[in-house]
């Protein structure tokens, strides 16, 4: 990966609808150079995916919560793992170190609607317990940074 590749993963980053005739000019390249350049970082899978970001209030849910998620001695991590993606609230999944194994953010409409998930994430077969953070406001997310130049 070069300063190149850099600067259009940045620019995707950013505006994830440029244009390859745009990512061009920003890089001093043509649209198919671009296009050549973009599905190697794909099919390298430096370049996941793209998508839309929405804002979740507007959809009606209005509270989201970082839960932790401590599993019982015994229970397999893979199993517990698949279970959780079952849950349609819960936005994202990350296994952690620390004192709980899984940090989850879920969104729902509101405080009962959040229990209603708790109660499930407890019932969970392989859930010992969990830890729940109201976030009482976002003031950035998907924070869209430089990326360093020693990323090659």
Excluded at 76 to 92: C, G, M
Excluded at 102 to 122: C, G, N, P, T
Aim: aromatic share 4%.
């Amino acid at each position: 990966m070069d300063a190149v590749d850099r600067q259009l993963i940045q620019a995707l980053r950013e505006n994830g609808r440029a244009s390859y005739a745009e990512l061009g000019r920003l890089v001093g390249l043509s649209g198919p150079s671009v296009t050549d350049r973009i599905n190697r970082l794909e099919a390298a899978g430096v370049i996941t995916g793209y998508r839309a970001t929405v804002d979740a209030a507007s959809l009606g849910l209005g509270v989201t919560a970082l839960i932790g998620v401590s599993l019982s001695d015994a229970a397999d991590h893979d199993d517990v793992a698949q279970r959780l993606k079952e849950l349609r609230e819960i936005e994202d999944c990350w296994f952690i170190a620390g004192d709980d194994s899984y940090m989850l953010k879920a969104r729902a409409a509101d405080v009962d609607a959040l229990e209603s998930i708790i109660r499930r994430l407890s019932g969970t077969k392989g859930v010992s317990r969990t830890r729940t953070t109201i976030v009482l406001s976002t003031k950035w997310e998907n924070r869209v940074g430089e990326l360093p130049e020693e990323v090659q």
